[in-house]
């Protein structure tokens, strides 16, 4: 197998483009800007939905399912939000197809079947949520309600990536509903946790948690936490995000509770979720020039096995070594794939693996029969190494440890390496241009100063870190003073 | 606790809508023909998904996510099928809304954001996902392709009924691409065979394997194959269906494959697809008067243990023996919740439990901590029992057996008791009327006889069952030579 394609460093877009093609994630569909994800880059997306439904459960929520359309009426009742997706809406207007009279086998939109009222194919579903649980809320006794929906959203998007910027896309939300403020805050902050322990333990990638400023919050939030990634070329990537409503969709649906003494009060509200987005996040987190590094947490095959070998007989003898270790390794959770194929070389499955980011290949031949050994090849570092047949699941088990580790650690030099602290805006703009990475300066804390930047250099404020360290300084470009440092990029 | 809604004899259908409200399982939606899938309906579901998704993997399928969207052009391109589903599409047809200069805070539809190609809402998958297939499919090596997806559709239906006809509903299709007819055809077979094992052993279930009439067919496939239940109230419900395509996606798309000789031909195909259909007819194959029935191996919570106590010392006796037996139960892979809610007496949960169909509940109070025992009660004969706390564990499990194969013995004797051999037209409307089930009876096989009793009675054919029993005979309408018996019901 040989897969040709562009380095990071002579074209990291196109490089990108083309691994999610060539190992076979995702590619373009037929529908503009809509993504067909496939199924080795689904099976990755499974075990990222089983580790996160699991995490939610665990903080005590439950799944449900919302309507897909939201009635144009309620999407534009809480008005920021509305004003802040409308522009990217696919909409509804009819609800049947006709022949063409003029056209034997073609169909046309029946204009009879026009609908009174629009529908919007859902962006997000807060709208349509807050007008149901309306009907569920009248006491205390009925909050919290924990939720959480794993769905397909739409928003319309003239320029598309695979995974990073669709208009169609997979995700979770999350939409919780609160007695008090105090309540809906700590349920937004244990979500952001929640996602940064995820993004960190699982996908092996180091995130920065912190606080959205006014210019980036979600529309119809009155603060948006977020998990901010670096990826390789130095370029941030939002990871997740976890809002505090307020009490904004509770008194736009007019959603109110009798609290303990009998008095009616709004509800409280927080949104959160995270989306096939990820999956742009992990490849550009780890994978290099040979093609996908998947970490062993969420790769759909952790250990490969290819046999090396001339002939029939010589292929029993290693098969039958083959399936005891595969079975040795299932009996440890470890999922295990026995390449036996003859229709190709073992170089060209090597290189097969390798590219589709395995994280173990184990090679058995001959020599390693007489001798009990078998070649471990881990594809992080690329390195090879003979390891014993006896207690070889238990070398291999800590084997994935290590290389979910290394990754990890890996991805978190190169983040550090890549704050850089700058102190005059031609130092921002020099620095952004030639190095990139998160830019740690001071800013006045207006939302103009923070456009004037974007426009002059496409970087934003990704957050204020949470627990950011507080320090004098002035503005780099008013130069009005600050308290803090903030962290700007330029983003996907 | 006190549901007030009427019994299955006073109207099944009232039963049946307050049932699923009142048991929180869904509810209607803003969105007319919609539904919201409540937490406690979307466990039931999650419990199905991931016992099908098992099965689905266990013989060989892998996941993956389509488009939401069709192109019309797409959509169009096999005609039976476009025919089929024309006058049930949601249509997109704008991709952005504006505000409304007229009328401040409000949106409407920016005409200047009219797609050029409109887009159907898929009411079903063959076509985008054939027009994929199409690029992944050059020769045998290619084949077979083995894909399942689970996603929402929508087809716009003006009467609507929870989980039963829905405008949108959650389901799987599966899509699967091959060299020969015989395959494809073993293939749909053998998923036919997937969904009445899951039917009959998840669900509890019975259910009658069959061939679809050319009426009943999917618009698109050869022959469709189904099963098909019986509900309570003596009407059937199509519980699944797996399509044979035969070439029809392949030549609509243009989809040629080369074999081992180098010679070109079309692919072949099947789809087959389960749907929230299901939840509707699990609540009414086993659900009484007092709520809803669950079969073990699908419900939610298994157990519920409810303390009966006196204060609060009397109370915390029982929860730690209440806490050992759900440390015992869980570690035999039960789910049990222990409820110990000061806000609700006893009775109150009893009756939730009861009407949430919680197959086994058990009652601890001060006398059997002191006799070493609990109250075991059943959901399904609403039997109880007292059992010793030794052991209880072993005994719980293999009550829960014991209810799972009763409550699909009890399904599977009023299913025989209700297939009546009708020999004439006359007995054919008496039986209907009076009694409802399956009729077996005669038919001459052509679709002008099958649509005159339809149009007559209601019913149509269900099936054509598998390995019928080949006898001769007249046709009940025309009197025309038949060989065999079908079966006949008005149905879901």
């Given at each position: 197998?040989?897969?040709?394609?562009?380095?990071?460093?002579?074209?990291y877009?196109?490089?990108?483009?083309?691994?999610?093609?060539?190992?076979?994630?995702?590619?373009?569909?037929?529908?503009?800007?809509?993504?067909?994800?496939?199924?080795?880059?689904?099976?990755?997306?499974?075990?990222?939905?089983?580790?996160?439904?699991?995490?939610?459960?665990?903080?005590?929520?439950?799944?449900?399912?919302?309507?897909?359309?939201?009635?144009?009426?309620?999407?534009?009742?809480?008005?920021?939000?509305?004003?802040?997706?409308?522009?990217?809406?696919?909409?509804?207007?009819?609800?049947?197809?006709?022949?063409?009279?003029?056209?034997?086998?073609?169909?046309?939109?029946?204009?009879?079947?026009?609908?009174?009222?629009?529908?919007?194919?859902?962006?997000?579903?807060?709208?349509?949520?807050?007008?149901?649980?309306?009907?569920?809320?009248?006491?205390?006794?009925?909050?919290?309600?924990?939720?959480?929906?794993?769905?397909?959203?739409?928003?319309?998007?003239?320029?598309?990536?695979?995974?990073l910027r669709?208009?169609?896309?997979?995700?979770?939300?999350?939409?919780?509903?609160?007695?008090?403020?105090?309540?809906?805050?700590?349920?937004?902050?244990?979500?952001?946790?929640?996602?940064?322990?995820?993004a960190?333990?699982?996908?092996?990638m180091p995130v920065v948690k912190g606080?959205k400023t006014?210019?980036e919050?979600?529309?119809?939030?009155?603060?948006?936490?977020c998990i901010e990634a670096l990826m390789q070329d130095g370029k941030a990537l939002q990871a997740g995000t976890?809002?505090?409503?307020?009490?904004?969709?509770?008194?736009?649906?007019?959603?109110?509770?009798?609290?303990?003494?009998?008095?009616?009060?709004?509800?409280?509200?927080?949104?959160?979720?995270?989306?096939?987005r990820l999956?742009g996040a992990?490849?550009m987190t780890?994978?290099?020039?040979?093609?996908?590094?998947?970490?062993?947490?969420?790769?759909?095959?952790?250990?490969?096995?290819?046999?090396?070998?001339?002939?029939?007989?010589?292929?029993?003898?290693?098969?039958?070594?083959?399936?005891?270790?595969?079975?040795?390794?299932?009996?440890?959770?470890?999922?295990?794939?026995?390449?036996?194929?003859?229709?190709?070389?073992?170089?060209?499955?090597?290189?097969?693996?390798?590219?589709?980011?395995?994280?173990?290949?184990?090679?058995?031949?001959?020599?390693?029969?007489?001798?009990?050994?078998?070649?471990?090849?881990?594809?992080?570092?690329?390195?090879?190494?003979?390891?014993?047949?006896?207690?070889?699941?238990?070398?291999?088990?800590?084997?994935?440890?290590?290389?979910?580790?290394?990754?990890?650690?890996?991805a978190?030099?190169f983040r550090n390496a890549n704050i850089h602290?700058?102190?005059?805006?031609?130092?921002f703009?020099?620095v952004l241009?030639?190095k990139g990475g998160f830019l740690a300066a001071?800013?006045?804390?207006?939302?103009?100063?923070e456009?004037?930047i974007k426009?002059?250099t496409k970087a934003t404020i990704r957050c204020i870190p949470?627990?950011?360290?507080?320090?004098?300084?002035?503005?780099?470009?008013?130069?009005?003073?600050?308290?803090?440092?903030v962290l700007f990029a330029r983003a996907y």
């Amino acid at each position: 197998m040989s897969k040709q394609f562009p380095t990071r460093a002579q074209d990291y877009s196109a490089w990108y483009n083309e691994l999610i093609v060539k190992a076979d994630m995702a590619e373009h569909s037929a529908v503009k800007g809509c993504m067909v994800i496939k199924p080795y880059g689904y099976a990755i997306w499974e075990k990222m939905q089983q580790a996160l439904d699991k995490m939610f459960k665990d903080t005590g929520h439950v799944n449900a399912y919302f309507p897909l359309f939201v009635p144009k009426s309620l999407f534009e009742a809480e008005e920021k939000n509305a004003e802040g997706f409308a522009k990217e809406c696919a909409v509804v207007t009819h609800y049947r197809l006709k022949t063409d009279p003029d056209n034997k086998g073609k169909l046309i939109v029946d204009p009879e079947a026009k609908l009174t009222e629009e529908l919007v194919v859902r962006p997000t579903s807060e709208a349509i949520i807050w007008n149901t649980y309306k009907g569920w809320i009248q006491s205390y006794r009925d909050l919290p309600i924990l939720i959480n929906q794993w769905a397909n959203v739409v928003r319309w998007e003239m320029r598309t990536r695979l995974f990073l910027r669709t208009a169609e896309f997979l995700w979770q939300e999350g939409h919780t509903a609160h007695a008090t403020r105090e309540e809906a805050i700590k349920e937004t902050e244990q979500m952001l946790e929640v996602y940064a322990h995820f993004a960190e333990n699982f996908m092996a990638m180091p995130v920065v948690k912190g606080i959205k400023t006014a210019n980036e919050r979600f529309a119809g939030a009155d603060e948006t936490y977020c998990i901010e990634a670096l990826m390789q070329d130095g370029k941030a990537l939002q990871a997740g995000t976890s809002h505090f409503l307020g009490q904004n969709f509770a008194k736009a649906f007019d959603v109110k509770f009798a609290n303990k003494d009998g008095k009616l009060d709004y509800v409280w509200a927080t949104s959160w979720g995270v989306s096939t987005r990820l999956m742009g996040a992990l490849v550009m987190t780890h994978s290099d020039d040979q093609g996908l590094v998947l970490p062993p947490k969420l790769a759909p095959i952790q250990v490969v096995i290819v046999p090396i070998y001339k002939g029939e007989e010589q292929l029993a003898q290693i098969s039958e070594k083959a399936e005891q270790i595969k079975k040795s390794l299932l009996a440890k959770g470890i999922s295990v794939k026995y390449d036996d194929r003859d229709t190709q070389t073992p170089g060209w499955k090597f290189a097969d693996y390798e590219f589709k980011g395995v994280p173990v290949r184990i090679a058995i031949g001959p020599r390693d029969l007489a001798n009990g050994t078998v070649e471990v090849a881990r594809r992080d570092t690329k390195e090879k190494k003979v390891y014993a047949m006896d207690g070889l699941e238990e070398q291999v088990e800590n084997l994935l440890n290590e290389i979910q580790q290394n990754l990890y650690q890996r991805a978190l030099d190169f983040r550090n390496a890549n704050i850089h602290k700058v102190d005059s805006y031609e130092e921002f703009k020099k620095v952004l241009d030639e190095k990139g990475g998160f830019l740690a300066a001071h800013w006045d804390g207006t939302s103009e100063t923070e456009q004037q930047i974007k426009d002059e250099t496409k970087a934003t404020i990704r957050c204020i870190p949470l627990n950011n360290k507080q320090e004098e300084g002035k503005c780099i470009l008013t130069g009005k003073p600050s308290k803090q440092r903030v962290l700007f990029a330029r983003a996907y």
